[in-house]
């Protein structure tokens, strides 16, 4: 019995089935529509935890689909090692290894974020200040905008200062050029020059931010000594 079930959680198949069941409950919940809508403003567990089961069930059912993968990945890492150590190179074995780590760190970024993250929009102005735990700060010195013809920003951000015990640093935070301070992002996303010049921007803290890239990294980096190891094989 137990030998059965181990089997069956290690099996490519299972895994397979596993995808296909997170991908058809994911495409549901993309229809909930307005009771979904607060899952992009909180982290994943305070949203879990407030959210009535009418409107969560497709996650949670996700989330225990995904707790299967990391098993079933766990034991296909073992049992390809078993199964090939000694018969294979040291690349044909180390490439889907890469790959399954990477993915498990990547679902190790999201249950960080899930559980530690934050967001939150706010309006700041010129003298504005960010405090932090641990008396840093950033100040808002100036927010500046560059106006097309048609009257349409082309360019925009706020020129900030920050104050780190006894040194400072300024810097220009931009769409696309955020600013991290202390594990936090900080985002522009639409500034007012009338009546008050006025900054609305965004603060993301996403403790599981370096735990994804360097899954994604080890994914990437399995994927292609994958198919460079395909290559090989096929080339006469």
Known sequence: MIARLYTSLASLTFGLWLMGGVMALMAAGSFMGERAAALNE?????????????????????????????????????EAIRIRYGKSGPMALLAPQLMHLGFLLIVLAHLLSARGGAKQAMQLFEGSDLRFPGGSSVVVEAIDATMGPRGMPVDFGARVRTVDGGSEARTTV???????????????????????????????REPGAGWALAGALLFTAGNVLVLSQRRERRTP
């Open 174 to 204: 931009r769409p696309n050029e955020p600013l991290f301070h202390r594990g936090v992002g900080i985002y522009v996303k639409h500034v007012e020059l009338f009546p008050v010049r006025t900054a609305y921007v965004e603060v993301h």
């Open 42 to 78: 909180m982290p994943l567990f305070a949203w879990l935890g407030e959210a009535p089961l009418a409107a969560s069930w497709w996650l949670w059912g996700t989330l225990c689909l995904l707790a299967l993968m990391v098993v079933n990945t766990i034991l296909c890492s073992i």
